[in-house]
């Protein structure tokens, strides 16, 4: 079983390294290494199915190991492990010289179907640790979508572009989402399997964040580099 659990892991980090993104942009002439947000570049400069096709799979790479590891009853730390793991092969991918996305879709698409496997088989109120995630992921979301799609004198085509000025509730929403998971799961008594896998996402979203391409950001000198930590841990970006 410890030979099958590694295996799981493994093949969970391989799986979250898959660079499905940049083959499909490679596919359409674009290179989207070189843009800041493959996620949106994919959306606007390839297309809005392969964009949607973009965020299924980053969301699939959080859910398949961990069905697998459920639907093949391996044990709840296997299968916490290479939820982390499919986590980090998504942000630290092999195929991608170690420098991949942020975590946020994958992140989600992990505690999705952890909890939803643990509520339909040993822990009935696992899925109030889901719940208590998506409400400030969807209050950041809305706050930063509704008056984009909202604003007048655009066509529907504009109202469905992905872009515009840098969000502050987005970014700020996901990371009370991230925090809210560990501690609500701690609350409700789940698992601690479950608990520190949670707290794990969190602590590595949090690291992503303030580690991606800092260098370069730093070299700028536009600010301090205390205010760049700060916003690149509340707005995931170093200057508003």
């Not at 359409?28 to 800041?36: A, M, N, Y």
């Not at 879709?105 to 995630?133: D, E, K």
């Not at 004198?153 to 990371?175: I, V």
């Not at 949090?206 to 536009?222: C, Q, S, W, Y």
């Amino acid at each position: 079983m410890l030979l099958a659990s590694g295996l799981l892991i493994v093949g969970a980090y391989l799986f979250g390294s898959f660079p499905y993104m940049l083959l499909l942009g490679k596919a359409r002439g674009i290179d989207l290494s070189q843009e800041p947000d493959s996620h949106q570049a994919l959306w606007s400069k390839v297309g809005r199915l392969e964009g949607i096709s973009g965020v299924l799979v980053d969301i699939l790479k959080g859910v398949i190991p961990i069905a697998v590891g459920f639907l093949l009853n391996f044990e709840l730390a296997a299968i916490a492990a290479a939820g982390v793991a499919a986590l980090i092969g998504q942000m630290w991918p092999v195929f991608e010289k170690f420098d991949g996305e942020k975590g946020n879709t994958t992140g989600a698409g992990m505690i999705l179907t952890f909890t939803m496997f643990l509520t339909a088989t040993t822990s009935p109120l696992a899925y109030w640790v889901f719940i208590l995630t998506i409400i400030p992921a969807l209050t950041g979301f809305f706050i930063r979508t509704i008056p984009r799609f909202m604003s007048p004198g655009q066509t529907m085509d504009e109202r469905l572009k992905l872009g515009g000025p840098a969000s502050n509730s987005l970014p700020l929403g996901m990371l009370v989402a991230f925090a809210v998971a560990p501690l609500s799961s701690w609350l409700l008594n789940q698992p601690v399997e479950m608990t520190v896998a949670l707290l794990a996402l969190f602590i590595l979203i949090v690291l992503r964040r303030l580690t991606a391409n800092l260098g370069t950001d730093l070299k700028e000198h536009r600010t301090s580099t205390g205010s760049i930590l700060l916003n690149r841990f509340l707005y995931d970006r170093s200057h508003l």
